[in-house]
């Protein structure tokens, strides 16, 4: 199966345009860790673009396609020469879904969730509701159209709060409010990361941030590994990576809450994040990643030798997808990664 990997910020998306540093960051290091790991698979015949600004050492059989600086790399011709793409791209402004719909115009296989899927896991004001008719929990939210429904939301919700864009990636727009007076700004903030789309107010819940990776078939989903995340809260949030897997006395109950969301949504395909807070006795669930996050770095390094070869998180991403959920390898060792790539084992 000859297979594209196309990762958005380090591969081409942002051809004649300015990259946010972080994005790219993340990008080019999940993007080197997947088509390495297909790479390793010697099945499939991999190809992958990237911006001329960000090269990639890939492996020797590895394809690399240069993107044009001016013009955007994922066209029709390229998906038509592929048997199957794997995407890696934000949510915002519906971003991964519009990359998810031209594949399957093309009638090319996705090695992910589709484009219908990935509209309902990252619509933030739906999933809440979706969340809600299941019984998962979830902080409480209300969806923010126009200004004069912010007052009646604040009152609903109490302070602090949390905003972000409707649809949006990682913390890109997500603001910390205390008070009325950092609202507005935060607000402002949420919509120009979105893509002056419409925002969402969330219940601050305070606890640990955790994220699971899972595999699902479109309808069921199995576990990976829970991950803590690194995360820092001030007026905005900052992700620098996280370590896996977690030992926290409420992990299977991360494990339970993120199964459900899975199944909730519907449709859910290949590698997917569920992120959450741990409190001291309660998982809620606060976004579903409907794609390959920053966490893929740090369960590849962990997960052990079965009959004396390395377990490929790649491959059983594959299986996923053709409807075959694989036994969750063993985790055999804890790992720190950060969001740039850098992974350390723990002693």
Known sequence: MRIL???????????GRDVPASLVREGAAMRAAVVADLAALRQHEIVTTADPRFPLRAPPAVEVLAAHPERATLSDRLIASVDAVWLIAPETDRCLERLAARVERNRRRLLGPGASAIRRASDKAGLARRLALHGIPHPMARLIRRDDEVAVAVTAIGYPLVVKPRRGAGCGGVGLVRNARELGDAIRAARRAGGRQSVVLQRYIRGTAASVSLLCDGRRATAL????????ASHSFVYSGGCTPIDHPL???AV??????CRAVQGLRGYVGVDLV???SEAFVIEVNPRLTTAYLGVRSAVGEDDGERTNIAGMVIASCDGHLQRPPCMRQRVRFTSAGHVV???
Do not use: P
């Open 5 to 15: 990997v196309h990762e958005f910020a380090s591969g081409g998306g942002f051809a």
């Open 225 to 232: 590994s829970v991950n803590a995340q690194s995360v820092r």
């Open 251 to 253: 992990a299977h109950r």
């Open 256 to 261: 339970d809450a993120a199964r459900r969301t």
């Open 278 to 280: 741990l409190t001291e």
């Open 345 to 347: 084992t723990l002693r």
